[in-house]
């Protein structure tokens, strides 16, 4: 089963990279903070595959830590901060990788597995 993101992205690359290049800075008028603390229960049997543990992408820019972690039930934490400033246009560049690293982690799709079921190396699924 597959899941799609669980926290509010904060869509970072799509609100601030809208250019391939640019010719003047960027400027961001505030700072940006949001931290989450997702449970999610699955039902019995079933568990996340591959969680991201320790997860933190840390730049000049900003900070972007999760850690996903399963217990009795799938546990998320994650905190972003994306720092007010004016970026020069040659760190454009250098923040735009940034902002979709956050994307990508951000969105990226959960897949969750029920115990017991094996997909064999044709794809097929077997009990």
Not at 49 to 60: F, M, N, T, V, Y
């Amino acid at each position: 089963m597959t899941l799609g993101p669980l926290t509010y992205p904060a869509q970072v690359g799509r609100r601030y990279v809208t250019l391939g290049t640019r010719r003047s800075p960027l400027f961001i008028d505030s700072t940006e903070t949001n931290v989450s603390h997702v449970t999610l229960r699955l039902p019995p049997g079933w568990h996340i595959d591959d969680p991201l543990k320790g997860g933190r992408l840390e730049s000049p820019f900003g900070l972007f830590t999760r850690d996903e972690a399963e217990t009795d039930a799938f546990r998320v934490e994650e905190r972003y901060r994306l720092d007010m400033a004016r970026i020069p246009v040659g760190q454009y560049e250098s923040f735009a990788g940034f902002a979709g690293q956050v994307d990508l982690l951000q969105t990226r799709d959960l897949v969750a597995i029920k115990q017991g079921v094996l997909k064999n190396p044709t794809g097929r699924t077997e009990r």
